[in-house]
């Protein structure tokens, strides 16, 4: 214990080597740092601000925040990555760059990757055409590669998220193998993971095909080793199946109890409508979640409630493989239980021995001691130095990275010594046979959907939406389409639009930009159906999955998307959290103090204002209505006061053009509403005099955009960082700098005069 604390005692933390800050090429592809790693991109900002050489190339075939890094953004078209990278490969072996020490003694099968590379990217100008850039850029970039020793190429969901995901990861190893650009400072391939303990979920086995500390389930010695060690001779032989396989399972009845733990399938998995389909018909569905609702939970025979991060105790494991402890914080809320608790209780009661754990510290220690069981430094995974840590010791553990030799001594980094976790411990070059995504278009469905992720929303919402400040960046589900394919398809900008793919359907708002190529169209991931009538965009997502992986094909299905032509539009703020039945388009978010709904319907109601009191009152004393309406029914506003307070607005037109909302959103906060602006109420826009701060852009210190113009055109703001210092705006988490960029761009040509 001593040598422990003498090791990481928290003033001795090992030396972190900071590779993406060190680095003076910076190759971020299939990700969106900006919005998706906050964090580290604002120490990527930070870093190239304070070392001038340092550069930044962004592979992607959308625009992107990330882009407002980059000295050379290559837009290419989806899914060509493979044959970017062996591209690569076979100009940095034209002009020599091999290092040949390196991969002599150190790698094996580059001869073969070599002549596969080659038959599929002979040279600059096939690749350039292949994925659709400029081939002057793209000699750029190999040239930037070829002669910069620090690279670091950041790799993400752009890559894996596709049915030859581990193809390309290998394509991009193949490029830093054959340089030796791996295991020495500022540099390397670096597969950025997602979820926060991504890594550690890897580390104890979670994948359906992997044992614990990172072993793998078909190899013999693997398998008997760790049956050795759990004294138990009914390890599993056969991989289980994977997520897409295993729904499929549950559909066809071969798969009758299942328990799903921390994931919300209903919204996140490809084919959503077909895991509806599994969850509905499997006999005994158990859901761990620790929210009440979500599109999962609505099928559970078994909920079972689980604590939430700042609830419970452990350890997460990051990117860079440090091991950080996660203290609980806040008290246990009804009957929530930590999962480690409700796993282990179950075990036990079905008959595993030595499954009854105390403690998160418990655990840990077999972890620790697994991973170090007959490990002569051949297996990667091993915190051996981590054994035996006694409650207090497991308290005050400092992050530390793995490795952990016995001894105490931490590694930072791996495979500078040259040497791999193979059999040879050489490093393998593996041929990439480039393959296109799976399904292509074709006349029914003409467009490529590409899906992600928005700055201020996590995964299904079932958090972020609570938050009205999370909330009020997008407010609504929507869909980003080319101005070439806008045109051409007749979709408006802010109407909605029909998307229709082979798998499902959805109804999103048009976005019009040219952020996404012609041909192209982005959704967000996020909204379910607690927060939207139709936008689950993995309804729409179609199931096909790389072989080895098990990775579905995230980012390219084919689609349709044509004009949602509804007989009336509106929106809805209310206090009061109300089910807008009628309509046959609605989405809703939370803002401060109140329900924000956006609603489009088929059918005209005979009477919108009966129709309002039926969704939005109850009988109140001091209850006030201020009404606008045309006998048609075709426009009808109205605002509900009691005692004077803010109730609610409904705003309905006969097209999607309707006033703003965010001066109501903010009157809302009123414990009065003047008369002043009583009489503004219906048009939505304050009386003369006041300001209407307009769409949130900064979540952070919630600044809107009309007080962005504002300030740009009276205080002659002229960059993000006087935009800073005057108004706060990007001064916090620095996630909208690149949206003030573009709104000082958008200044500047004129867009708001
Ligand atoms: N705000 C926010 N942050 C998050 C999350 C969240 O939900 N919200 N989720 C976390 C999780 S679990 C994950 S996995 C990460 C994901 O982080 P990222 O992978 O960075 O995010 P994505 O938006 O899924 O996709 C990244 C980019 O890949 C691009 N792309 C699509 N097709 C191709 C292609 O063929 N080639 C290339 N080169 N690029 C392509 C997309 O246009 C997109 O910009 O984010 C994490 N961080
Ligand atoms: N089309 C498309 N689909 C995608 C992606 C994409 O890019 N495009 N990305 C994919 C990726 S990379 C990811 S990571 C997935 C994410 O998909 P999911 O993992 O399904 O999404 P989450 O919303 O994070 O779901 C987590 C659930 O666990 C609950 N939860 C939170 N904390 C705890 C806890 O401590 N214990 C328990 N028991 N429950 C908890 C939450 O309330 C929520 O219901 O989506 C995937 N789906
Ligand atoms: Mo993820």
């Known amino acids: 214990m001593a040598a422990h604390k003498r090791a990481f005692g928290s003033d001795t933390v090992p030396t972190c080597y900071e590779d993406l800050e060190q680095a003076d090429l910076l190759v971020l592809t299939g990700s969106n740092l900006a919005w998706c790693h906050p964090v580290l991109y604002q120490r990527v900002l930070a870093a190239k601000k304070a070392r001038p050489q340092m550069r930044v190339v962004v592979i992607d075939p959308r625009k992107t925040a990330t882009c407002d890094a980059a000295d050379l953004h290559l837009q290419v078209q989806s899914g060509t990555d493979s044959v970017l990278f062996n591209g690569l490969l076979v100009w940095l072996r034209d002009q020599h760059r091999m290092d040949e020490l390196f991969v002599r003694h150190q790698t094996q099968g580059v001869e073969e990757t070599l002549r596969i590379a080659e038959w599929y990217s002979p040279s600059p100008r096939a690749v350039a055409e292949h994925c659709g850039v400029d081939e002057q850029d793209l000699l750029t970039y190999f040239n930037w590669f070829a002669d910069t020793e620090q690279v670091v190429t950041v790799f993400s969901q752009g890559i894996n998220q596709s049915t030859s995901g581990v193809d390309k990861g290998n394509a991009i190893i193949n490029c830093h193998l054959f340089t030796g650009r791996i295991g020495r400072p ?4 670096f597969s950025i993971t997602g979820q926060p303990n991504a890594m550690g979920g890897r580390e104890v086995g979670g994948l359906a095909n992997q044992l614990a500390s990172h072993m ?60 509806k389909r599994a969850l509905a018909r499997c006999e005994c569905l158990v859901v761990s979640d620790c929210v009440a609702e979500n599109d999962t939970l609505r099928y559970a025979h078994i909920k079972l409630p689980a604590q939430a991060w700042g609830e419970k105790d452990g350890t997460v494991t990051n990117s860079e493989r440090r091991i950080s402890r996660q203290r609980c914080f806040l008290p246990s809320p009804g009957m929530a239980k930590p999962d480690w608790w409700i796993l282990s209780q179950v075990g036990a009661r079905l008959g595993f021995p030595g499954m009854d754990y105390d403690s998160p510290a418990q655990i840990f220690d077999e972890h620790a001691r697994l991973s170090g069981f007959e490990n002569h430094g051949d297996r990667d995974f091993d915190i051996s ?54 399904i292509h278009t074709d006349e029914a469905y003409p467009l490529v959907l590409n899906t992600g992720r928005v700055r201020d929303h996590w995964h299904t919402m ?16 929507f869909i980003v389409v080319n101005p070439y394919d806008a045109e051409a398809l007749s979709l408006e900008a802010g109407a909605l639009a029909a998307v229709s793919s082979h798998w499902g359907e959805a109804i999103l708002r048009t976005r019009v930009c040219d952020s996404v190529l012609p041909g192209d169209v982005f959704a967000p991931i996020h909204w379910s159906d607690q927060y939207a009538s139709a936008a689950r965009v993995d309804s729409l997502v179609n199931d096909k999955v790389d072989l080895i992986s098990g990775q579905p094909e995230f980012k390219h299905t084919p689609v349709r998307v044509i004009p949602y032509r509804a007989a009336w539009y ?15 388009y609605w989405s809703k978010a939370r803002r401060e103090g109140l329900w924000h709904y956006e609603v489009a319907g088929e059918q005209r109601p005979d009477n919108w204002a009966a129709r309002a009191r039926q969704l939005l009152c109850s009988d109140e004393p001091g209850a006030e209505w201020r009404e606008l309406y045309d ?66 852009v900064c979540a952070c210190f919630s600044v809107g955009l009309n007080t962005i113009v504002k300030g740009i055109r009276e205080q002659r703001l002229g960059s993000a960082e006087a935009i800073g210092q005057a108004l706060n705006a990007g001064t916090n988490c620095g996630s909208c700098v690149p949206e003030l960029k573009r709104i000082l761009a958008e200044f500047a040509a004129g867009a708001y005069d």
């Open 186 to 189: 500022g540099m390397g391939p």
């Open 216 to 275: 793998e389930l078909d190899d013999p010695l693997h398998h008997e080793l760790v049956s050795r060690f759990w004294q138990t001779a009914k390890l599993a032989d056969k991989p289980g199946l994977k997520a897409v396989d295993m729904f499929r399972a549950v559909e066809q009845g071969r798969i009758k109890a299942l328990w799903v733990m921390g994931t919300n399938p209903a919204v996140s998995m490809p084919d959503a409508n077909q895991v």
């Open 385 to 438: 130095g981590l054994i035996g840590l006694d409650q207090p010791a497991y308290d005050g553990l400092a992050p530390v990275q793995w490795p952990i030799a016995a001894n105490g001594q931490s590694k930072a980094r791996l495979f500078g010594n040259g040497r791999f976790y193979t059999r040879s411990q050489r490093a393998n070059f593996l041929p990439v046979t480039p393959r296109p995504p799976a």
């Open 462 to 477: 079932t958090r972020t939406a609570k938050s009205p400040r999370l909330s009020a960046h997008d407010t609504e589900p």
């Open 570 to 584: 509106g929106f809805m703020l209310t206090r009061r959290d109300i089910k807008p039945r009628r309509a046959s």
């Open 631 to 696: 006998s048609t029914q075709s426009n009808y506003r109205a605002a509900r006061l009691v005692n004077g307070r803010l109730d609610a607005v409904i705003i309905i037109g006969p097209t999607p053009e309707l006033p703003p909302r965010d001066w109501l959103v903010e009157l809302f906060k009123l414990d009065k509403v003047d008369e002043k602006a009583r009489s503004r109420l219906l048009r939505g826009t304050p009386p003369k005099g006041q300001d209407d701060a307009g769409r949130v």
